[in-house]
């Protein structure tokens, strides 16, 4: 599904460069569970980025369904992640102004599905997501819960064949944030591609595999040791 | 009273015509044939609202109507009323041939010299392909032909030029047009003025728009993540100015219909809606939509469009300094209009108010003015005014052929030491040796003309300071001034035996020009009464009374000096309350724009406030910080607004001949007014801001 050759990302402001990513090589399977996993600022909403393509790596090669397709215009990309590429976001993204029927519809305007295969859609995420009571309403006036599962169901809704999710439980409590994996495991249970990025073993657990990032590295064995290290207490690297 | 006849002053616009007006106007008779309504001397047509005054539910078809008791005429047809925006007004149309028939010879003198006078208003309605410029070439040969002799005598010089009809109204500035014309200038002005706060919205919009840039910022980074191109996001902010737009013009042409009637009565024209034909006005209304649809959504479409979505997501972007230095450059540019659209109305009210009481050289106040039609009321007019100046109400009459406000006759002369061909054009108003002490006017050397020795008067003159300044006379009295008379070589001199200070016969628009004042009782059309403002209406009273022994046939019609003289300025006056009404409507929209952006700078930096207030700032010191931050702007304006102000005004001014001097003054306090209006806009806002609760704002993180 997706391929990743020496991916390298520099950020580059005034005074400073920072290298969130540094010749990561990555490969995804079709019908894959990835969790990517690693410390604040080790390049893991950067990879997700990349992934998505809502943005291009500074050096490298990164594929999507075997194309290359990092060097890419916005508007070739942008073209690519219609209908192929769902999102799913920590802080939900929901659009204010629309309501939680507009808001999954939003991706199937895009891709001009008609309008009656449109309501078709909608009304069938709403109801597998059990939203059909608040379809009326405003982001702004459902739980968190119920706001991760619109966004669940705007990035579901146009079948992509991928979903990216950035730390996808991060604003929920345990509860709701068991109802989000189901959900992204039954959809991989039925074919979709999913890679999420994650600062929780236990949702990593529900992987199929595990990808240790830090410093923009991807751990390896020879790596793992500094990465533990850096895990423990401080108590236990003083002495 | 005259049963048989129904007597009208010609006050009610009577005008001449021959039979080719119906071919040349669209006039619509609706009464009478066009063909034969004005083919004898006694016919004329009158309007629809005159037959319905005067007549009612009669047919007024044959009934004799009495002008000012020296002709009758018949009425031959019945005209539809005239619209609004005619070129000229008619209520009465009579033939051009009873002018003919009350004094052939004058009229064969004019028709043999055209030097004579210009009596008419000639209309030429020329064929669809007609070429206007080889017409006009033929014009100097038809002068030649008809009044060639005369003007190589006289030494001067005839011009004939064709105007479109159209563009009378507003265009042309020619000595006694027909009927008083409007100034495109003003139309210019209005519309530039209109242009200004149509911009000022569109700023309001643009910079609001850029200022909720990131509030909407995540929205589009959201549209990009799920697949919006940047050509669907422009089309949809472009498609929100546009219906944002739409609604404003239904609104607005709501507003319009609603107000017309208060800005027709403020401008003193009737305005209409359908003046303007519906396609031109829907027409241009769709381009102003469209034009301000685009030209307000364009910066947000294509700002808010470029953001990039993983940065927007990642929360790495900031809308930038840039974007804060657009919006400072839009808040300058609305209060530059704005500070100088102050200045201009304060120029504006000065130049009036200087007009309104600078000294005019004679006294207008309580001076009544009676017209006189049947001069031969004249005849035994000393023994009348000797009753009338007994009344205690009445301190002085004197009877002229012009009264200050009126345009006197311009005539040329030959003062001494001047050549024919060195003539010089003077003024001419004729006065009895009342007339000075009743204006008020100062004699500065010599005398006035004399009571008791009448009879010398005829050969005596008066002239003012500019004639003899123009003359280089240094002691007029005694110097002669020879008027030519017309057709023969004979002239008529007379003598100057007075010199009066200058006064102001005319606006403030004008120059005073050189004048020639003669005592000619033939002349005198105006009875003037300088009355004692105490006791007014009895005087009124008894005037009324008086009249009546004194001129039965005509009605006691007066006017007051003050209020006659006064009106010359209604222009100005109107273009002042015109100019200030759109200044307080610019003044508006630009502070509600400054109060948007103030209040989103408030929001933006709650958690900063908050902070400051956490270390120990005080409530003024955040006012502070948050006012100054568009005040100084503010300030900046006033570089651009002032020399913008300055060139405008300045220029406008040039129409006055008597003009106040531009200085720092106004401008000065149009800077210290549009910062007053700045602060309070803005202090609200920073007061609200800098009074909220520190905890609350940092929990707003």
Known sequence: MIRTRNLTKVFTTEELETTALNNVNVEVQDGEFV????????????????????????????????????????KKRAGLRKGNIGFVFQSFNLIDELTVYENIELPLLYLKVSSGDRKKRVNEMLEQLELMPRKNHFPQQISGGQQQRVAVARAVVANPKIILADEPTGNLDSSHGDEVMKILVDLNENGTTIVMVTHSPAYADYANRVIHLFDGHIVTENLKEKYDRHMRPLSEVAS | MFKNYLTVSVRNILRHADESIFDVFTFRLIRGDPKSALKTASDVVITENIAKKYFGNEDPIGKIIKFENKYPLTVSGVMANGPLNSHFTVNFLASFKVLIELDPDEYKRKMENWTRGVDNYTYLLLQKNCDVEELEKKFPVLIETHAGNILKILGGKMVFFLQPLRSIHLHSRLKAEIAENGDIVYVYAYTAVALFIIFIACVNFVNLSTARAAGRTKEVGIRKVLGAQRGELICQFLEESLLLSIISLMIALGLVELTLP???????????????????????????????????????????????PACVLSGRFNTGSSDIRFRNILVVLQFTISIA????????????????????????????????????????????????????????????????????????????????????????????SDFIPTMGIEIIAGRNFSSEFASGNSQAILINETAARQFGWKNPIGKTIDQPVPDTDQKVTKTVV?????????????????????????NFRYISLKLKPQIISDTLAFLRKKWKQIDPAQAFDYFFLDEAFGRQYKADEKLAQIFSSFTLLAIFIACLGLFGLASFTA??????????????????????????????????????????AYLVMNKWLQNFAYRINLGLGTFVLSALLALLIALLTVGFQAIRAARANPVDALRYE
């Open chain 1, 35 to 74: 969790a990517i996993m690693g410390p604040s600022g080790c390049g893991k909403s950067t990879f997700l980025h990349i992934a998505g393509m809502l943005d291009n790596p500074s050096d490298g090669e990164f594929f999507f369904m075997d194309e290359e397709v990092s060097r890419y215009s916005e």
């Open chain 2, 262 to 308: 208060l800005f027709s009565s403020l401008s003193g024209s009737p305005l209409n809606l359908h003046f303007v034909s519906a396609y031109r006005l829907f027409g241009g209304l769709l381009g102003l939509l469209f034009f301000v649809a685009i030209l307000a959504g364009s910066y947000p479409a294509f700002f808010l469009s470029a953001f990039p």
């Open chain 2, 341 to 432: 659209l102050i200045a201009g109305t304060g120029i504006i009210f000065n130049q009036i108010k200087y007009m309104q009481h600078k000294k005019l050289g004679f006294d207008k106040e309580q001076v009544l003015v009676l017209r006189v039609i049947d001069d031969s009321i004249l005849k035994s007019f000393s023994s009348i005014k000797d009753e009338l100046k007994s009344h205690t109400g009445i301190t002085n009459v004197a009877l002229s052929s012009h009264v200050p406000g009126q345009s006197p006759s311009f005539i040329v002369f030959i003062p001494e030491g001047f050549n024919f061909d060195q003539s010089q054009l003077m003024d001419r108003i004729s006065i009895d």
């Open chain 2, 498 to 522: 007075g010199v009066v200070q200058d006064f102001h016969s005319e606006s403030l628009h004008k120059r005073i020009r050189p004048l020639y004042i003669e005592y000619e009782t033939a």
């Open chain 2, 603 to 644: 929001e933006k930096r709650t958690k900063e406030i908050a902070i400051r207030k956490a270390l120990g700032a005080s409530v003024s010191q955040i006012i502070l910080l948050l006012s100054k931050e568009f005040t100084r702007w503010v300030l900046v304006a006033n570089f651009i607004a002032w020399p913008l």
